[in-house]
């Protein structure tokens, strides 16, 4: 017979399956309400028109330049070369020293030239001594006019060798036509010149030049007394001025480019043999309309008016790679897009991202 105390304590033990409470209805309302209101959120954003970013022209200085390398050197420069054939056996000056007219630079071997002089003046002593003596024979009868010439035409060949000795020695002394900066020695003591060769380059006391080699597709924009910026490696942030000289009548067929002379305006602290980067202005716009270069496609950019993106028809100056000048077609007020992307179609809205001037 079973114990009905165990039943009735195994009856107690089996706990049937609780009813949700309230607390659970709640939790499950405001999980279903977020649901609800984060989906009509996100279609609401589907459907808001795309954001652009957009920028406002600015006035400013456009330039276009002519770009090119260039060595600085003086505006006149001067070999200073061998006349007669030695070895050169004296330096008195080198590259950087500052000399004066007629000073002494270099002298070459002159031992023979001396030499050979004395030897000269020797004979021309002894056929000017025949010229005397036959012209004073002539005076009194003694001998035929044609003795007398024959002693004159020797005397006088004497004197002109003499003479070309004169200068041949005095060749041998290299002088400063000019004062002047020695900047280049090309000579080394115990080397043999010939006539021609230099031995020196010396620049003349004038203000310093910088000449450039300008490519033949950029030649024909540029002219004498167009202004040019020049900026050096050596001396970092710094633009110098200066304008056109001159431009070679002809051009390098090999290089294809034209040589152009630029002149420096005075107190540069430039040094002669330095490379220069040079930009020469053709065109000069003060108060121009500017944008980014990047907002431009084609001949088009894309403006946001009340809304809507509208196709506009500019028409362009000056270019460089930062900027665009725009003749017609838009306004400092125009709010242009600043990136323009594919697929815009004129008349679509949008909404404007952010707003400035272009830099």
């Known amino acids: 017979m079973p114990d009905p105390f165990h039943a009735k304590a195994a009856s107690t033990t089996r706990n049937p399956t609780p009813r949700p409470t309230r607390q659970r209805h709640v939790v499950r309302w405001l999980v279903g309400a977020a649901l609800v209101f984060g989906l009509a959120g996100w279609a609401a954003w589907r459907l808001l028109p795309p954001r652009v970013a957009v920028i406002h022209a600015h006035r400013g200085l ?18 200073i070369a061998a006349r007669i054939t030695a070895r050169l056996v004296e330096l008195d000056t080198d590259e950087g020293d500052r000399v004066r007219a007629g000073q002494q630079l270099a002298r070459l071997e002159d031992t023979d030239l001396a030499s050979n002089l004395a030897q000269l003046r020797s004979q021309e002593a002894f056929a000017h001594a025949g010229y005397d003596r036959y012209a004073a024979l002539l005076s009194r009868g003694v001998i035929a006019r044609v003795q007398y010439d024959r002693a004159r035409a020797d005397w006088l060949s004497a004197h002109s ?18 004062a002047g900066t020695v900047i280049r020695r090309d000579g080394e003591i115990g080397q043999l010149v010939r006539p021609g060769d230099a031995v020196f380059w010396l620049a003349v006391d004038s203000p310093l030049r910088v000449t450039a080699d300008v490519d033949e597709e950029d030649i024909a924009r540029v002219t004498a007394r167009q202004p040019v910026l020049i900026r050096a490696d050596a001396f970092p942030g710094q633009v110098f001025h200066g304008h056109v000289h001159s431009v070679t009548p002809k051009g390098d067929p090999t290089a294809r480019s034209y040589r152009v002379r630029i002149a420096l305006d005075g107190n540069t602290p430039l040094h002669v043999g330095m490379t220069a980067e040079v ?34 028809r500019v028409v362009t100056g000056i270019r460089d790679e930062r900027q665009t000048e725009v003749v017609a077609g838009l306004s400092e007020s125009d709010a242009v897009v600043a990136a323009p992307a594919q697929g815009m179609r004129d008349g679509a809205k949008v909404r404007v991202a952010a707003t400035g001037a272009s830099p």
């Open 62 to 79: 456009a330039i276009e330049a002519v770009y090119a390398t260039g060595t600085v050197e003086p505006s006149i420069m001067l070999p």
């Open 161 to 178: 060798a003499a003479n070309r000795a004169v200068a041949e020695l005095r060749y041998a002394r290299l002088l400063a036509p000019t």
């Open 279 to 312: 930009n020469i202005i053709v065109r000069r716009h003060d108060d121009a309309i500017l944008v980014p270069e990047g907002v431009i496609d084609g001949d088009r950019v894309w403006v946001v008016r009340q809304g809507r993106l509208q196709s506009r």
